[in-house]
């Protein structure tokens, strides 16, 4: 076994179980007017993500469900925190933690890293539910309203079982490949 795979193998299980605070940390950012529109359109295309009817990966998949977006968050991350470099406003440390998970995802997923970054590039302007990041960056009722939705999904998110096994990156990798644009 590479290391590669070693590393991915350990990671996305914490990954998985960690979803929920995650979510969580990302969608309090929501509400930070210190930060700019820019990066919270960022975290809100994402936290719409995850609540989105059509995944790249349906969650009931086994093994596979919530990588997709394990993965979306954490190259909104890091978006957000290079995006944040230039700025004065301080990022919570788990922030910076996530983002520095998106190096793993480049690696694993190589040359399909590329449509995964464009595809998460895109959620800034996808509507989820009738509601756009712009319409949630812009409403700060909004915001809480998908704060309350984020801590609801908190309470209720149980990680699924993931199998420590290379077949189950391969089967990822090969999904991945697949389904994005």
């Given at each position: 076994m590479d290391e590669l795979t070693r590393d991915a193998l350990n990671a996305l299980p914490e990954w998985l179980r960690s979803l929920a605070d995650d979510?969580?940390?990302?969608?309090?950012?929501?509400?930070?007017?210190?930060l700019s529109?820019?990066?919270?359109?960022w975290v809100a295309g994402a936290?719409?993500?995850?609540?989105?009817?059509?995944?790249?990966?349906?969650n009931g998949i086994e093994d596979l469900g919530y990588l997709?977006?394990?993965?979306?968050?954490?190259?909104?991350?890091?978006?957000?925190?290079?995006?944040n470099s230039e700025s004065d406003a301080p990022l919570p440390p788990s922030i910076t933690q996530?983002?520095?998970?998106?190096?793993?995802?480049?690696?694993?997923?190589?040359?399909?890293?590329?449509r995964l970054d464009d595809f998460v590039s895109g959620l800034r302007i996808?509507?989820?539910?009738?509601?756009?990041?712009?319409?949630?960056?812009?409403?700060?009722?909004?915001?809480?309203?998908?704060?309350?939705?984020?801590?609801?999904?908190t309470r209720s998110y149980v990680p699924p079982p993931f199998s420590h096994d290379e077949r189950t990156l391969i089967k990822l990798k090969s999904f991945l490949s697949a389904k994005l644009p």
């Amino acid at each position: 076994m590479d290391e590669l795979t070693r590393d991915a193998l350990n990671a996305l299980p914490e990954w998985l179980r960690s979803l929920a605070d995650d979510l969580a940390v990302l969608a309090e950012l929501l509400k930070d007017t210190q930060l700019s529109e820019g990066l919270r359109l960022w975290v809100a295309g994402a936290v719409g993500y995850v609540f989105k009817s059509v995944d790249l990966i349906p969650n009931g998949i086994e093994d596979l469900g919530y990588l997709d977006d394990v993965f979306v968050l954490r190259l909104a991350a890091a978006r957000v925190a290079e995006e944040n470099s230039e700025s004065d406003a301080p990022l919570p440390p788990s922030i910076t933690q996530l983002a520095e998970g998106a190096a793993l995802v480049k690696k694993l997923l190589g040359s399909d890293f590329a449509r995964l970054d464009d595809f998460v590039s895109g959620l800034r302007i996808a509507v989820v539910r009738g509601v756009s990041p712009s319409d949630i960056v812009q409403d700060p009722a909004l915001a809480a309203q998908v704060c309350d939705e984020v801590a609801s999904f908190t309470r209720s998110y149980v990680p699924p079982p993931f199998s420590h096994d290379e077949r189950t990156l391969i089967k990822l990798k090969s999904f991945l490949s697949a389904k994005l644009p």
